[in-house]
Every structure is written in structure tokens, then in C-alpha cells.
């Protein structure tokens, strides 16, 4: 395990690694997107309630799944960079934090979307909106706090801690707005007991979360990767690689 | 000379907060001119009818009292930041979790603990009904030792910057939202008539498990902004 773990902490290693997945994930992803998006747009039955309104379902439900895994990803990404000191996972940190920050956001716009024509309103002060707006709060408070320090190993330490510590709160954040005023419907696909929703709409679902993890995968490998490039810039192998690009 | 054990030293370092906090009254009394001129705002902004008032009374003074207590955060480690007693605290072999916890009890106490007094005052002039002034400044009482807890990482981790007023408040607002929610709905459930024990008692939780947890996270925050 240990030679693994050192490779994990040579830049050049992780920058090389990091293109050869994305050359095959990133086709992958694409492709799924599409597929999925088609499937779940056009070929399946409309909701007999809400219509084909409900589709923004394959938009909505993967950006918000990914957009809080994607904060438990920064966290433990802090907490082994706090750990073992590790510096490449502080790259990964600081490479979730924006991406995070956006699928909150694409969640929380679609949500006010798909509200318009079923809620009636554009935005309610309900459990699960408020906790989303809370964690673009916190994800955008750890991209902040990185911007304020002028030495980046210190902003660093300084984001993993504050990534922990909301880690701690966002169940504490989650239940609490959860019990303060519930509209948003409940969950509908359950690992354990019955899923209410029907197969031909969920298997679509699925392929979209599926989707989401690998885009947000992609994005984070390819800001690790812009990240690497512009805090080892002063090293011989970025400047031989960015010659090599330039002759090329 | 041995040197102090970790109890004792935490109740030093209190003392000597505290004492610092005693010679300067006026700093001391500036969280509470803040609170009563905030709260003089909102007549000012929503209408003056005691009706208008009574409904939001709970609401406006738990966010008034929450503002108080981040403003007042920024200032914690500040001054033993710049003279660099913070540093020789690092260096101390007493554990630094007792150390920030004196820090936060001086905090509290010069804090918290006052504008929980007051606060009936304001609760009557915004003519909150008179049976959820004792849940007012229950909550209060345990709230902002909560806020003044989770307010001390926030300062920690931005006591090395030189423009931290805003950013602190953009780190901890939203770990204040769970307080502010129990708090305000404990006042609420006195007004309404409802039991308010247990909602006390999940303020009462949370704060057990931020004493546990929070000096945990300042001391991180203040070995993090002093190496830097």
C-alpha cells in the first residue's frame, strides 16, 4: 500500500494519472449524459399530474445527490490532507470546492424551475431548499476563506478545517430545517423498503445520477489537473511538458 | 516551579481575559448599545403597531442577539494575535482545548451572558408577551454559548488575515442557522403556549457536543494561523 501512497504525493504522477482517466472518462460521461438526457426527456411516459414538467427530475436529483457527496469528497479530501500531510489531496479540496458549488447551484436552480409550474412559486422556504442554499453557503465559505490567505498551504489547512467542521453540521443543519418546516416531497428512491417511483422512469434516474458522479469526477480531475499545473509551475516537468505543447 | 496544570492554567487565562474585558467597560457595554439600536431598527423598518411587533419580538431579538455575538467574534484571539501572547499559548505544554475554552468563557461571559440579561428590556419594548420572557432568556443563556463556540473557529481560522470581518461572518452564518432556528422556535412555542423544555434541550445538546468538538477545531484554526 505505502509505495501507492507516495506516488499519490509526486504532482507529476498524479497530473499523468489523472489525463490517462479522463482520456476514457471523459467519453464515458458524455456519453452517458446524452443517453441518459434523451432517454429521460423523450422516451418516458409523462407524469400524470405534473405532466412532462416533471422531467427536469434527470437534472435535478443528480445535481443535488452529487452536489452533497460532493461536499463529504472536500472534507475527507481535508481530512487526509490534514492527517498525513498529504498535498495532493489538499489539491483535490480545493478542486471540489467550485464544483460543488455549482451543482448546488444547478440544483437549487432547476429546483425553482420545476417549482414555478408545480408549487406555484419560484421558491419556498422549505427543509430541503433551505439546507441546499446553506450548503452553496458553506461550499462558497470554503472557496472564500482559500482566497483570503496569501500562503496556500496555510489556506489549505485552514479550508480542510473549515470543510470538517461543516461536515459535523450538515446533519445537524439538515435535521434542523428539516423539522423547522417541511414542503419538498420526501424521498422516493429507498434502499431499503419500497421505491415509489415507477421503473420506467427510474432507470433513467439512475443513468443520470450515474452521469452526475462521473461529470463531477471529470471536473474535479480536470481542476486537480489546472491546479497542479499553476502550483508547480516554477518545476523542470511542467515546464519541459508545457515546451513539449508549445512545439507540438 | 511546576508549571500550572491544565484546570488551573484554563482558570488563569480566564481570569486574565476577563480582567482585560474589566478594564475596558466600554467594550464591554459595545455589544449591548449594538443590540438595543438594532433592535430599534426594526419598529423603524416593519411598522410600529404592537401587533406587528409581538409577532416578530422572538425572531428579532434572537438574530439581533446573533449579530452581536459575530461581531464580537472577530475580536477574540485579535489582540493576543498582534501582541504574540497567542503564540507563546501555542508554545505552552498545557493543552491548547482547555486554553480556547478559557478564551470562549471570557467571550461568553463578557457576551452572551450579558445580553441574555438585558434582554427583557427589549423583549417589552418590542411588547413580546410576558410568559416567553423566561424561555427568551433561557435560550439566550445557552444559544449564545453556542455562538460564541462555533463564533471562536471562525475567529481562529481568520485571526492571521488582515480583512477578516467579512469573511468570518461568511464561514460561520450558516453554522449558526441550527441555533438560530431552535432558539427562536423555543421563543415562539412560549408565546404560543407549548412546551419550550425541549427545545431547550436540544440547544442544550448541541452545545455539549460543541464544547467537545469546537475547541478541537480552534486549535487547529490558531496552530494553522500562526504558522502562517
Known amino acids: ?248 | 516551579m511546576t508549571p500550572p496544570g491544565a484546570v488551573q492554567f484554563c482558570i488563569r487565562l480566564l481570569r486574565r481575559q476577563l480582567l482585560l474585558a474589566v478594564r475596558r467597560p466600554l467594550e464591554i457595554g459595545n455589544p449591548l448599545l449594538f443590540f438595543a439600536m438594532v433592535v430599534a431598527l426594526f419598529p423603524l423598518g416593519l411598522g410600529p403597531t404592537p401587533e406587528t411587533l409581538a409577532g416578530f419580538a422572538p425572531g428579532v431579538l434572537w438574530i439581533t442577539a446573533l449579530l452581536s455575538n459575530l461581531l464580537t467574534s472577530d475580536a477574540v484571539f485579535r489582540s493576543d494575535f498582534e501582541d504574540g501572547s497567542l503564540e507563546q499559548l501555542l508554545l505552552a505544554p498545557q493543552p491548547l482545548f482547555m486554553s480556547v475554552l478559557a478564551y470562549i468563557g471570557a467571550h461568553w461571559l463578557t457576551t452572551g451572558l450579558l445580553l441574555a440579561a438585558v434582554s427583557p428590556v427589549f423583549a417589552l419594548m418590542l411588547n413580546l408577551p410576558a410568559q416567553a420572557i423566561v424561555a427568551l432568556v433561557a435560550s439566550l443563556l445557552i444559544g449564545t454559548a453556542l455562538l460564541s463556540l462555533i463564533g471562536g473557529i471562525g475567529a481562529a481560522l481568520t485571526v492571521g488575515l488582515k480583512r477578516g470581518g467579512m469573511l468570518i461572518s461568511l464561514l460561520i452564518l450558516p453554522l449558526y442557522m441550527p441555533v438560530l432556528i431552535f432558539g427562536s422556535a423555543a421563543v415562539q412555542a412560549a408565546v404560543g403556549g407549548f412546551p419550550v423544555g425541549p427545545y431547550l434541550a436540544i440547544l442544550g445538546a448541541m452545545l455539549c457536543l460543541a464544547i467537545a468538538l469546537a475547541p478541537l477545531a480552534m486549535a487547529a484554526g490558531l496552530r494553522i494561523s500562526i504558522d502562517a
Open chain 1, 1 to 248: 500500500m505505502w509505495p501507492i501512497f507516495h506516488k499519490f504525493g509526486s504532482p507529476p504522477w498524479l497530473y499523468a494519472i489523472a489525463g490517462a482517466i479522463l482520456r476514457w472518462l471523459l467519453p464515458i460521461t458524455l456519453l452517458a449524459l446524452v443517453t441518459g438526457m434523451v432517454w429521460g426527456l423523450l422516451f418516458t411516459p409523462s407524469e400524470n399530474v405534473q405532466g412532462n414538467s416533471y422531467r427536469i427530475i434527470y437534472i435535478h436529483v443528480p445535481a443535488a445527490v452529487v452536489a452533497l457527496a460532493g461536499y463529504y469528497v472536500m472534507a475527507l479530501a481535508g481530512a487526509v490532507s490534514l492527517i498525513w500531510r498529504m498535498k495532493m489531496a489538499d489539491v483535490a479540496m480545493k478542486a471540489a470546492a467550485p464544483v460543488g458549488a455549482a451543482l448546488t447551484f444547478v440544483a437549487l436552480f432547476t429546483g425553482a424551475i420545476w417549482g414555478k409550474p408545480t408549487w406555484g412559486t419560484w421558491w419556498v422556504w422549505d427543509a430541503r431548499i433551505t439546507s441546499m442554499l446553506i450548503l452553496l453557503f458553506l461550499y462558497l465559505g470554503v472557496v472564500a476563506l482559500y482566497e483570503a490567505f496569501d500562503n496556500k498551504e496555510a489556506a489549505g489547512k485552514a479550508c480542510a478545517v473549515l470543510s470538517l467542521v461543516g461536515m459535523v453540521n450538515i446533519p445537524i443543519i439538515y435535521k434542523s430545517v428539516d423539522w423547522w418546516y417541511s414542503l419538498h416531497q420526501g424521498a422516493s428512491i429507498k434502499f431499503t423498503g419500497e421505491t415509489s417511483i415507477h421503473p420506467s422512469m427510474l432507470y433513467p434516474l439512475l443513468l443520470m445520477i450515474a452521469a452526475f458522479y462521473a461529470l463531477f469526477t471529470c471536473a474535479l480531475l480536470l481542476n486537480m489537473r489546472a491546479e497542479l499545473l499553476q502550483r508547480e509551475q516554477r518545476t523542470q516537468w511542467v515546464q519541459k511538458l508545457l515546451s513539449k505543447d508549445v512545439v507540438n
